[in-house]
C-alpha cells in the first residue's frame, strides 16, 4: 500500500534504471514479479559511485520498508558483504558477483544474500557461431567498457566463430574479428565513426555489447547497406531493422525467480545460482532473428552442444585473447 | 563634494556588501519552490513529503550530516579552484580534468607507496596537489605566453587528461575485473580525526576539515596578501599591472597553478576517502569539475562563500537521495539545483537595489 | 528672441548625488553655445538628457518652441539633434563607413547598399573639408580622424543641433584648429551647436554665449565677448584662478635622466621607418623639460622604453647614472622613477580596486604597506586618506570608492597623487591635464613645479602647445622619432614650435 | 578512394554539429552575449525534436518528418534560450551563471520530461532513423564529388552547409549583422545611434537557441538511435569550436572542419590497416584532436577576435 514503504527493492548501479543493461533487465523483472502480485516496489539511485554511497543507498531502501533489495552489477561486491551483516532481516539478490571484502582478501555469502551469475560466454559463443554458420566472415566486437560481464560475451563470441568454422571446414584464418572496448557506455558520433569505418572496410556483422554504444552501432549499420547488428542482453530486434539477433541473459526472468522463490519460502540463500543453458538463463534471440540461413534447429543443436558439453567454452575474463589459442579466427585487436 | 563619511558623520550600514549572500538566498529559496511545485505536478499526494525529506534529509540524523559534509568536501574543492581564477578573471572550465589528474597522483601513490607508512596520505595529497597544479599549467602558460583563450585550453586539458589518466591507470594501477584503479592502501586513506565517532556510519574524514582550511587559505591569500593583489590586479588589468611592474606572465600561471592544485587537492580529498572511490576506466569527464562552476557561481566567486555554496548542494543531494523514498526520481534535485544557480545570476540585480536604497538614504549634496 | 532649444528647470538625482539641479540652457538658432563647469559639474548628464539618453526628473525640454519628451537617441536623431560623445561612439573594428552608416542604414531586399552612402559621405566630407578614408578601420585611424568621423554621424543624418562633449581633449593643436574653423562653418550654416571644453581660449575664439555650471546647478549665461577668460573659470570654480603658471628660475643639477641614441624599431607595419630614432636626451635635478610634438610622433614609445614597457631595441637608458636598460619595470620604479601614463584607463589605474588600492598600487609591497607578504590595511586606508585630503580627489566614498565610478578627473588626480608623493627622482608624466578642468589644472601644473622646486627632474609630454610653453624650461620637439629641436621657451614663439612640429624645421643645437 | 570519401563523409558527422552549433554561438557572442550554454541548448533542442520523432514516426517518416523535426529543435532551443537572453540582458546577470544553469538544467528537465510523458516511463526516447540519403539523385550519379558529397548523406549535411552561408551572409552584409556586430563590440555606440541594443541581444541568443537545438537533433540523429539526454559534451566542443574559429563564420568552418577531420581519424583508425599496424595504444588515437587543437591554436592565437563588448551586460545608465 502507498505510504506504508516498498517492499520490493532495487538499487542501481553508475547507470540509470532504463539503461539497457544490468539495471533495466533486472528492474522488470522485479517490476512483473511486483505488479503480478501486487507488491509494492521502487528503486533508489546512489548518489555517487563509491562503496559507501551503494551501501547508503541500501539503508535508505531498508528505511523504505524493503524486504528483498536487488543489486545489480559486480559493484556491489562489496557493498554487500557489508549490507547482508548489518541487515540479517533482509534478503539480498545481486547480480553478477559475489559479496566480498573491498581487498577480495574474503568472500562470504550469508545466508540472506542469493549471487547470480551468467554464463554470458555462452551467450556470446551462440552469437559468434551462429554469424559464422550464417556464412558471415567478417565480423566485429565492440564492446562497451571492459567489465567482466562484457569481456566474457566477447571471448565467447570469439570461441563461438572458432567453433562453427572448424566445423565448416574453413581454412585456418578464414574468419576475421575487428575487436574492441569503447571505453564508454554511451551513444557517440566517435562510436558510430568507428562501427562506420568497419562496416566500410569489409565488417559484416558486429555484436554490439556495451549499452547504448548499440546504438550507435546500429546507426553506422543503418547508414551502410547490407551491414548487422548483434544486440546483447535483451531482444533488441525492435531498435533497428540491423538486429539479426541478440545474445541475451535472462537478467529479468532471475530476477522473478528469485523472488518467486522467496515468497514460495524457498529461498535459496548463502547459495550462488549460475544461470546458463542448463537453466534457460541465456540464449540467443531466434523469434524476431534476421538470420539468412541459420535455422531454429541449427539453434537448438547448438544449444544442446553446449549443454552437453561438445562445446568447451573458456569462461575466463582475466586472460588475453592470445590464451584462447584461436587458429581459424584472426583477431584485429584494436588496443586502446 | 564632500565624501559621505565626512559629511553625514556616520554610516548607513552598507547593505550591499550582504547582497551576496542575500540574493543567494533568495535564490534557494525561489529554487525549492520550483522543486515543490515540480513535486506536486508529478504527484500531489505525496509533494509535501518528498520536500519535507529535501528540506530535511541532510540533518535527519548525524550520519546524514556528515554525509553532507563529506559529499561537500570535493565540490568545495573543485568550486574553489573555479573560484579563485574566476577572482583573477580567468575562467578555469578545466577543473575536470585537474580533478581526475590529482586523483590519478593521489591513487598512484595510494597504491604503490606503501613503504611511505603513516604519512601515506600526507604524499597521496601532495601528488594530488602537484598533479593538479601541473594540468593547469598548460593552459597558464599558454594563456601567458601564447594568448591562448584558457576555455578552450581548458576544455581541451579535460579531454586529454582523462584520456590520459585512463590510460596510465590501465598500464599502473589497473585491477582489470573491476575495469578501475586497484583500492588504495589503508594508509593511503585520510584520517578520521574522531569525525567517525562525531557522526558515526557516514562517510566523513578530515578531508572536510582540510577543505575547509583551503577555503579560509584562500581567503587570506586572495585579499590580505601583496601576492593576491598581485593575482587580482593583473585579472582586472593586464595592462596596469605591468605598469605597476607586476610581472602579469607570472601572475597568469601562477593563478593558474594554484587553480589547478585546489583542483588536484579536491581529487586527493575524494579518492582517498576511504568510502571505496576508484578512478573507472571509462571515457567520461569527471562530474565534480562542473560541479565546481555552479558551487563557485552559487557563492559569489568567494571562497567562503563557495565552502557554504558547497555544503549547500551536498546537503539537497543527500535530502534528494532521501526523497526517493517518496517515490520521486532524484533528478528533481538537479532542477532545483539548476534553477538556484539560475536565479543567483540575479545577484547584480539584487546588489543594485540594495545599493540604491543605501544610497537614496544617503543624502543629498551639498 | 526664439530659442531652439530651451531646456528648462532640468532636474537629474543619480543615487546619492543630484548632478542636475534647476538647470535651464537656452540655444539660439546659429550659434555656438559653450556649456562650462568643473569636472563632474554635471554637462555630460544634462547632454545626455537632451540626446535622450537619461529621462530628467523634472523639468521640460522645447524644441523650436515646442515641447518635447526624448525618448531616446533615436528620437533625437529624428529631432535633428546629434552629439559627439566625451569617450567616442565608435565600434574600432568597423570601418569609417561602416559607423557612419549604422543605424541609419540604407538597404536593398534586405541588404546593405554601401555604395549610395559612400557617395554620399565623400561628397559631406569634400564639402565640409572633413578629411577621412571611408573603408579605414577605426582601430587604424588617428583620433582626430575619428572625431572627423564622429562629426560627419551628425552630418549624415543631417541633423542641425550638434553636441560637442569635450571635443578638443584629444586633438592635437593643428586639429583643434581644423575644428574651430569647421564648428564656425557649421554655425554659419545655421547649425546650433553646443560645445562643452575645459579650455577657456576656444570658447573664447568660437563661442557666442557660454553657460556656466557649478555642482549641478546653473550659475548663468554670459555673451562671451563680454567676459574675459579670468571672469570665466571664476564663475565656473568659484574663486580666482591663476591661469599663468608661477617659478622662479632655476639652475639645473646632475643629470637624472640620460636616453642614448635610443632606437624603436615598428615592430607591427612593415615601414622601414623607426618609431623612434637614435634619440638622445637630457633631464636635470630641479628642470621640467617638457617635449612637444603631433601625437604619434614616437613620443608614447620613448616613455614607455623609458619606463620598461617595451624594450629599447638599440641605444640606454641611464637612471641616476645607471644603466637600466635591461632592468625590469619593477626596478625602475623603486629605483627613482615615477610615470604618469597617456591612457589613464589602460596602463594608469586598475578600476575595479577600489580608490585605496589604486593609490598604493606602485607600492603595496614596500615595508610600510605590508609585513612578510600579508598587506597592513589600515596603514594603507590611512594612506589613501592623506592623499584623498591633500589631493582634493572627490568621490562618493572616499578611500573605499571602485575608482571605475569616479569622474576622469578625478582618476587623473589620483594617479598623480600616487607618483608624486612616491616622491621621484624623475617624474615622467604624459599629458598630465587632459580633460582636467581649470582649477585642476591649476592645481596639477602646481604639483610639477613643487616636484621641480624641490630639485626632482621631471619630463612632460604633452600636445597642447600652451601648456609646454607655460611649463617648460625647456623644450624638445619630437618630429618623425627624432628630436628636432631643444629651445627654451623664452627663446621660441608658438608659431615656431609649430613648424618645428610640422617637421619643417630643424634647430643646430640638438 | 573508397576510404576517402569514408573519411569525409564521417567527418561531415562530427563537422555538421559543431559547426551549426558553434555558428549559433557566434550570433549569441557578436551581440554581445557569452553563451556557454550550447551544450544544454543541443539537449533541449535534441530531446524536443527526438520526442517529436518518436510519437510521429508511425504516421510519416523521412525528409518530411526530419524537416518538421528540424522547426521542432529550432524553436525549443530558441524558447530555451529564452531563459538565457532575460537574465543576461534584462536582469543583466553574469552569463556565465545563468548559462551554467541553463546547462544544469536541461538533463534534468528532459530526463524527468521524457519519464513523464512517454508511456513506457523511461528517460531514453527511441526513434526509428529514416532520413539518411542513400544517394541524391541526378547529383549523387556524378563521378568522384558525387560519392564524397552527395551519397549516404543527410539533409543536416547540406542544411548545415547552407547555415554557414546564411550566417556569414547574414552577418556581413546586412543591416542586422552590421548592427548586430556593434552590439557585441560597442553596445553604447549602437545605442547612441538608435539601435536598440537589448532587440539585437535578443535576436542574438535567440539565434543561437535555434542553431544549438538544430545541433542536437543533427548530433542525435546521425549518431544513435535514440536520445538520453546527452550530447557527451559537444556543446562545450563547439564553444571551443567558436573561439578556435575566432567568431568568424569561415574560420569556425574550417576549425571545425580541422576537428572534426582530426576526430574522424581517431575514431576509425582501426579501419586504416596501417595504422592499426603501428600498434600505437588507442589512447594514443583519441588524444591526437585535442593536443593538434591546441597545437594550432599556440600558433594561432596572437590576437584575439573576441567581441569585445561579450559578456558584460548592457545597462544604458553606465559607461
Ligand atoms: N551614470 C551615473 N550614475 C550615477 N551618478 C552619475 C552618473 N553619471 C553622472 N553622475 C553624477 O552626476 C554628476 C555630474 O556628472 P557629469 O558627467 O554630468 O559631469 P560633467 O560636468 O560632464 O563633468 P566633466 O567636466 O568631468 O565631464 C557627477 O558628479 C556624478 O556624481
Ligand atoms: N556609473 C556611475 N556611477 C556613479 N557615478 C558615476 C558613474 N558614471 C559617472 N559617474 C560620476 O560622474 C561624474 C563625472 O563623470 P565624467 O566622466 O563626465 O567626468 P569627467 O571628468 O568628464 O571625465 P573625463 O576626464 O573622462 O572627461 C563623476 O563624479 C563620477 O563620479
Ligand atoms: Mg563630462
Ligand atoms: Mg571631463
Redesign the interface.
Known sequence: GKGSGFELALVTDLG???D?SFNQGSWEGLKKYATEHNKTYQYYQPSEATNAAYLEAIDLAVKGGAKVIVTPGFLFEVPVYMAQTRYPDVKFVLLDGEPHTEDYATYKTEANTLCILYAEEQAGFMAGYAAVKDGFTKLGFQGGMAVPAVIRYGYGFLQGAEAAAREMGLPEGSISV?Y?YS?DF?????????A???Y??GTEVIFACGG?VG??V??AA????GKYVIGVDVDQYA??NTVISSAMKMLGNSVYQALEAYYGNKWDGGKTWVLDVNNDGVGLAMDNARWRSFSKADYDALYKGIKDGTYKINNASDISIADLGLKYVTV?E??? | MKTRKEKTGFRIPDLSRAAGPISSIVAIAVGLMIGFI?LLI?NPARALEGFAWIIGGGINSAKDLGNVLYYATPIIMTGLSVAFAFRTSL?N?GASGQFIVGALGAVLVGVKCTFLGSFQWVVGLLAAMVFGAVWAL?PGL?KAY????E???C???N??GM??V??IVKSTVYHQLTNRSLPVANEANIPKLGLDKLFPGSSINGGFIIAVLICIFAYILLNKTTFGFELKACGYNRFASRYAGISEKRSIIMAMVISGAMAGIGGGLLYLAGSGKYINVE?V?APEG?TG??VA?LGMSHPIGTLFAGLFIAYITVGGSYMQLAGF?P??I??I???V??F??????MRNLLQRFRLRKGGERT | MEYIIEMRDIVKDFPGIRANDHVTLQVRKGEIHALLGENGAGKSTLMSIL?G??KPDSGSILLRGKEVHIS????A?ELGIG?V?Q????????TVL??I?????T?QN???KMDEARKKVVALSEKYGLKVDPDALISEITVGMQQRVEIL?MLYRENDILIFDEPTAVLTPQEIDELMDIMKGLAAEGKSIIFITHKLEEIKRVADRCTVLRMGKCIGTVNVADVTVEELSEMMVGRKVILKVEKQEKEPGRPVLEVRNLTIRDHKSKSRKNKVHNLSLTVREGEIVCIAGVDGNGQSELVQAITGLIPADEGQIILKGEDVTKKSIRYRNTHGLSHIPEDRHKYGLVLDYNLAENLVLMEYFEPRFQSRGFLKQKEITAYAEKLISQFDIRSSEGARTRVRSMSGGNQQKAIAAREISRNPDLLLAVQPTRGLDVGAIEYMHGQIVKARDSGKAVLVVSFELSEVMNLADRILVMYEGEIVANVKPSEVTEKELGLYMAGSKRSEAV | M??LF?LIQ?TM??TI?LLVVALGGMFSERSGVIN?ALEGIMIMGGFCSILFISFMQDTMAGQPLLLLAILIAMISGAVFSL?HAY??IN????Q???G??????A???S??AA??IQPSG???I?F??TF?I?KVPVLGDIPILGDMFFQ?VYLTTYIGVAILIIAAILLY????G??L??CG??P????????NVYRMRYAGVMISGALGGLGGLI??V?????F?A?V???G??A??VL??GQWNPWRIALAALFFGFM??I???Y???PWL?QL?????VY??IP??A??VV???S??????P?AAGV?YD??A?
Open positions: 540509470t534504471i532504463d539497457k575487428m574492441n571505453g554511451a551513444a557517440t558520433p566517435e562510436n558510430q565513426a568507428r562506420a569505418g568497419w566500410q572496410s547504448a546504438n550507435s546500429m546507426a543503418e547508414a551502410s547497406t531498435e533497428s584485429t584494436v588496443a586502446d | 515540480i508529478s575562467f572550465i598548460i599558454l601564447n594568448n591562448v583563450n576555455v578552450i585550453s576544455i581541451m586539458t579531454y586529454i584520456y590520459l585512463n590510460w571515457d569527464l562542473f562552476i555552479s557561481l526520481v533528478e528533481i538537479d532542477i539545483t539548476a534553477t544557480i539560475y543567483a545570476a540575479f545577484a547584480l540585480i | 540626446f539618453m537619461y531616446g537617441p533615436r528620437m536623431n552629439m560623445h569617450h567616442f561612439m565608435l565600434v574600432h573594428n568597423f561602416q559607423n552608416i549604422l543605424g541609419v542604414e538597404t534586405g541588404f546593405l554621424k | 573508397n576510404t569514408f564521417q558527422f562530427f554539429p556557454i531563459l537574465a543576461s536582469m543583466k546577470a553574469d556565465t551563471i545563468s551554467t544553469a541553463l546547462n544544469l538544467m538533463p534534468a528537465v530526463i524527468f519519464r513523464m523511461v528517460q531514453q527511441q526509428t532513423n539518411r542513400a549516404n552584409k546586412t543591416k542586422f552590421l548592427r556586430r556593434a563590440e560597442h553604447q555606440a549602437a545605442d547612441s545611434v538608435g539601435v548530433f542525435v546521425t549518431t544513435s538511435t535514440n538520453n546527452t557527451a559534451g559537444y562545450f566542443l564553444l571551443a573561439i578556435f576526430k574522424t581517431s575514431a576509425t582501426s579501419s586504416i592499426v600498434q600505437v595504444s588507442g589512447y583519441k588524444m585535442y593536443i587543437t591546441l591554436l599556440v600558433f592565437s596572437r590576437n584575439s577576435q573576441a569585445k551586460p544604458q545608465g559607461r
